[in-house]
């Protein structure tokens, strides 16, 4: 039964409207819930690729010092230093 206060304000929701816009939200939460699956596969992958290149740069590092330390060693026997 509407009361003074919504007579005054010319408002009235029915439980139809609010029935409404409750599957509203349901479908749009449904969306984001697919949506975050989506980032979150994106977010595991290339956490893996990072993973993979920081792998890349370390194993780099230590090639370079072999090679480095194989250099100075070539050219200290022909040098014979």
């Known amino acids: 039964m509407p009361t003074d206060d919504d007579r005054r304000s010319g408002v009235t929701v029915s439980n139809r409207e609010i029935y409404d816009q409750v599957l509203a939200t349901k479908g749009l939460t449904s969306k984001l819930v ?3 699956e989506v980032v979150e596969k994106r977010d595991t992958d ?7 290149l920081e792998q890349w740069r ?6 370079t010092a072999v090679i480095s330390w194989g250099g100075a060693a ?3 026997a022909i040098t014979g230093g």
Do not use: C, F, N, Q
Not at 46 to 52: F, P, V
Not at 58 to 63: P, Q, R, S
């Open 46 to 52: 290339h956490e893996a690729r990072i993973r993979s």
């Open 58 to 63: 370390w194993t780099m590092t230590g090639v």
């Open 74 to 76: 070539i050219v200290a």
């Open 34 to 36: 697919d949506k975050l």
